[in-house]
């Protein structure tokens, strides 16, 4: 045991977008995850909870759920670090529709990729030499600094923004687009920044950086938000893009 | 908001960067000097230099918050897009009027 205390009271949400909040009480371990906490419910005490995961070591970005208010991943996040009175509150990602209990809907989230381009659009074929990437370039490194997203939607559910502007494309698909608008194999970025640059893009952003400080990868979106900006009214004022 | 809008805003806003502090040191200068209404309308009458300085701001003023007011509107109100569009531009007219109202008042007076 990491503290004196034997039993966490546990708070989960239950039913869909009008359900509530209902109370466990798990058996406090040692180095115990949010995710344990929740798995525990679900094998000993309710196997009807909903929820959602796979991998358990942060690769694969599906167990983000709201602990105590604040969007995490779970099997990444300790008891020990969030309860800080032996309590948890545990809900689904706030921004996205409840499905049931803490799995919520991502189809919206991933939509948003889509309208944000953030698919590869090649500008060779496999017949063409390998292009050669120098990694030390300021286009690269930027690249680099956003391509560890995992998905997880922490980012989206933390968002001032798209709590209030429900179009707006949020800081995965825009960090997703400003990765593939600094690959330099990329022949897309006129239409990705046209679709940036619309209602809802990247100038929507009121650059609060929650999505920086909640981020469990340490990624800085409102940076790359920030450097679509940029590129966005560069070529908007060169006549390279129309609103 | 969009990147047609976004560079309006922030165009207005780098403009007014300048202007603002000019008309600041301007308050300052004429309650210092403890001019009246009179002394200051004396110097300013058919002036096309300070007619053009508050015209410029009026004009500046007028856009930029007229697009901060549509997204706050956007984005806290259930307006639509389009609704709130019309509404910020009506309150940016109504600005604009009240300013530029204002500015010939000061150079014509």
């Known amino acids: ?243 | 908001m969009n990147v047609r809008l976004y560079v309006w805003q922030r165009g207005t806003a780098a403009l007014m960067a300048v202007l603002v502090p000019i008309h600041i040191a301007i308050i300052f200068y004429a309650t210092r000097q403890q001019l009246t209404a009179a002394d200051i309308l004396s110097r300013t009458h058919g002036s096309v230099v300070w007619a053009s300085y508050y015209g410029l701001f009026v004009a500046a003023a007028s856009i930029h918050a007229a697009i901060g007011v549509r997204n706050i509107l956007t984005e806290w109100s259930p307006l639509a897009d389009r609704v709130a569009g019309w509404c910020a531009a009506f309150f940016g007219g109504v600005l604009a009027l009240l300013g530029f109202h204002a500015v010939i008042a000061l150079v014509l007076t």
């Open chain 1, 1 to 243: 045991m990491s503290g004196p205390q034997q039993e966490l009271s546990v708070s989960l949400w239950r039913g869909g977008q009008d359900g509530r909040y209902e109370n466990y009480t798990v058996p406090r371990r040692e180095s115990q995850t949010v995710l344990d906490v929740v798995t525990y419910v679900q094998r000993h005490l309710d196997p009807t909870l909903s929820y959602r995961f796979a991998c358990r070591v942060g690769v694969c970005g599906s167990c983000a759920m709201t602990v105590n208010g604040k969007p995490r991943w779970t099997c990444r996040t300790h008891v020990a670090k969030v309860a800080g009175k032996g309590r948890l509150e545990i809900g689904p990602l706030e921004n996205l529709p409840v499905i049931k209990d803490l799995a919520t809907d991502m189809a919206e989230f991933f939509q948003k990729w889509q309208r944000a381009k953030g698919v590869f659009a090649p500008s060779q074929t496999r017949h063409d030499p390998i292009a050669q990437i120098r990694p030390n370039t300021p286009a690269r490194m930027a690249a680099d600094a956003a391509i560890e997203c995992i998905n997880c939607g922490v980012c989206y559910a933390g968002c001032d923004t798209v709590r209030w502007n429900f179009e707006y494309l949020g800081p995965a698909a825009l960090t997703r687009a400003w990765t593939l608008v600094n690959d330099q194999r990329d022949a897309g970025n006129r239409e990705r920044l046209q679709a940036v640059a619309a209602n809802g893009g990247c100038h929507s952003c009121h650059s609060h950086q929650s999505c920086q400080e909640l981020c469990p990868q340490t990624l800085n979106p409102t940076a790359a938000i920030a450097g679509l900006k940029r590129r966005a009214a560069a070529a908007y004022l060169k006549g390279e893009i129309k609103i």
